[in-house]
């Protein structure tokens, strides 16, 4: 009778347990947002960038918005006229830019507000051209953008994102050095692990610009440059 009554027990237990789980279907998701807190926070940043960029456009004078326009052109201009192998450089220039200034910042103690500066200036860049391409050139733009520009925008930003939190790690680990209370709780990589994980990541933004250099020329057929 005791051990019926245990094993009962146990499978009570089993199915309130059960039950406390299915109570909260979401809680997988937060916890792992909790866990990647920092990569979430750049992610918000980014996005946030796009939004500013992509509604930048309309708060332009006649005269700016000419200029911005002119230089849209151009740049589609060069882009159709370029080979491959120089649309692969003006692709990675800017993302290169930018792993750069992050790889530093990754070896200064209070960087957070300029990486999250870049990571801020990148999403703007992606809606302002994305906004300008659209206004001059309307739904014929469509086809440039999900072909060309938005396959090395998913794999290069979500490179620099990861860049970004690599880099916040490392230049927390070095301030929590600094602090004497602090010392030997940092959760940074050492040099070794941080140089490689960022040379991984710039491989990556590589893949992105070849990406977008391959698919360049056929994606941009489609619009009618004036």
């Known amino acids: 009778m005791k051990r ?3 094993g009962c027990l146990n499978m009570l237990d089993r199915n309130m347990i059960g039950k406390g789980k299915k109570r909260n279907p979401h809680g997988g998701i937060l916890l792992a947002i909790r866990m990647h807190m920092t990569l979430t926070v750049f992610a918000a940043v980014f996005l ?4 500013f960029g992509s509604t930048a456009s309309g708060f332009l004078d006649l005269s700016s918005y000419s200029g911005l326009s002119e230089i849209m052109t151009r740049f589609l201009l060069q882009r159709q006229l370029q080979p491959m192998a120089a649309t692969f450089v003006s692709a990675l220039l800017p993302n290169a830019v930018f ?4 790889l530093l910042c990754g070896f200064c103690a209070v960087s957070a507000p300029l990486i999250l500066l870049v990571i801020l200036l990148k999403g703007m860049g992606y809606g302002l051209l994305a906004s300008a391409l659209l206004g001059q050139y ?3 733009a469509l086809r440039y953008l999900a072909i060309s520009i ?11 994102l990861f860049c970004c939190q690599e880099s916040y790690r490392m230049s927390r680990s070095i301030w929590q050095m ?4 602090v010392r030997g709780s940092g959760e940074g990589s050492t040099a070794g692990e941080y140089g490689a994980k960022m040379i991984l990541y710039g491989i990556f933004l590589c893949l992105g610009a070849a ?6 020329a056929a ?3 489609g619009l009618i440059i004036t």
């Open 219 to 221: 994606s941009i057929a």
């Open 48 to 51: 946030l960038g796009i939004f």
């Open 4 to 6: 019926n009554a245990g």
């Open 99 to 102: 792993w750069v200034i992050l």
């Open 138 to 140: 309307g739904a014929s």
């Open 150 to 160: 938005l396959p090395n925008l998913l794999v290069s930003g979500i490179a620099l």
């Open 178 to 181: 600094m602090q004497p209370q």
């Open 211 to 216: 990406l977008e250099a391959y698919l360049c």
